[in-house]
């Protein structure tokens, strides 16, 4: 348990790093707007999925991926400077599209309410009996 919780603070601490490192040093134009939503580390500390979205739309998905991969080398030795960590894990990045999911269900879900609105007949009350 005191392992998962320290892989879970080694993920978190990456993320940091990493969204700082890609704001203000990475100089990719295909990389930018990016956001990243997690990290996590494998067991023995040697690789890292970093979770990441992006404002450039689905068209423009793999040219970021692809600009992340490449600067991987960079950030990660970006990383070994601002760690205190003995292995810095190597970085594979994954898009992360929970957040087009959870957009996309909200719409459903506001969709299928509207429609039962559209669909309910108004009840006509019944007129209150004297006791």
Known sequence: M???????RVGGEIQRELAEIL????????????TLTGVEVSPDFAHAKVFFTSLA?????????????????????????RLRIHNIPELRFVYDDSVESGIRLTHLIDEAV?????????????????R
């Open 114 to 130: 509207a429609t039962d609105a559209a669909q309910a007949k108004p009840r006509r009350r019944r007129p209150a009996r004297a």
């Open 23 to 34: 704001r203000t040093e990475l100089k990719d134009p295909r990389v930018g707007m990016v």
């Open 2 to 8: 005191a392992n998962a919780q320290r892989l879970r």
């Open 57 to 81: 739309g689905v068209d423009q998905r793999d040219d970021v991926r692809a600009g992340l991969e490449r600067a991987a080398g960079f950030l990660r030795s970006m990383l070994g400077a």
